[in-house]
């Protein structure tokens, strides 16, 4: 069982709607990561967050915004957001921002319907 | 920079049948190597890992050795169920990211 949750599972979208993607993770980890996944691609690294302060953003369009309350939560704010954007999006921890022998552990993902 | 290479997929088995998949990386200094699996429908399961060369990853039958020489850290399995189908993902980790393979979908047949 994965000890990364992300909320919801799924999700269904209109262009003009604001809405959440919400990750927590307890297992005292100071990393925490997005990533989006298309079908049949391999993910792709969105935004790092380090001891709560972003320090990757992967020049990701302004239309996601994320951010990190406390150390075991993690939100992706989502607003006009386009078809293309429909995807998996991956939550992920690690006990430091990934290095050398460092693990990443990802959540089920929360599927992204944009209509 | 770091990349990595593994093998196109599909791969279509016969179950008991022996598994490689390939992967290759290119990276400065010594990176960190994963595999990475994920079930239809899923998330991403870390599968195994290996840390510095000549290391061995095992977990749950399927094994990978940390090849310096050839840069390497292929995917191996003796004898394959039609559990383990699903997509596979090589990883290499170092300065703050990981970066991951195109992925191989692998079919077992009963």
């Known amino acids: 069982d994965t000890e990364v949750t992300q909320t919801p599972k799924h999700l269904v979208m209109g262009m003009t709607n604001k809405k959440s993607l919400k990750c927590e993770q307890h297992m005292g980890h100071r990393a925490m990561y997005w990533y989006k996944q298309k079908a049949k691609k391999p993910p792709e690294l969105m935004f790092v967050y380090s001891y709560e302060k972003l320090s990757i953003n992967e020049s990701v369009p302004s239309r996601f915004s994320p951010e990190c309350p406390n150390s075991s939560l993690l939100n992706l704010h989502l607003h006009a957001l386009q078809p293309e954007d429909s995807a998996l999006y991956l939550c992920?921890?690690?006990?430091?921002?990934?290095?050398?022998?460092?693990?990443?552990?990802f959540g089920e993902g929360s599927w992204l319907t944009v209509v | 920079g770091n990349s990595v290479t593994q093998m196109e997929g599909p791969v279509t088995l016969s179950e008991e049948a022996f598994l490689t998949i390939n992967c290759t990386y290119t990276a400065t200094g010594y990176p960190s190597l994963f595999w990475y699996v994920q079930y239809p429908g899923e998330g991403l399961q870390l599968l195994l890992k290996a840390t510095k060369a000549d290391d061995k990853g095992s977990n749950k039958g399927f094994e990978a050795t940390y090849r310096k020489e050839t840069t390497s850290f292929h995917l191996e399995k003796g004898s394959v169920q039609v559990s383990d189908s699903a997509v596979y993902f090589c990883a290499s980790g170092r300065d703050d990211k990981i970066i991951f393979g195109k992925g191989t979908r692998l079919h077992i047949l009963p």
């Open positions: 992920a921890s690690s006990r430091q921002q990934a290095s050398s022998g460092n693990t990443i552990y």
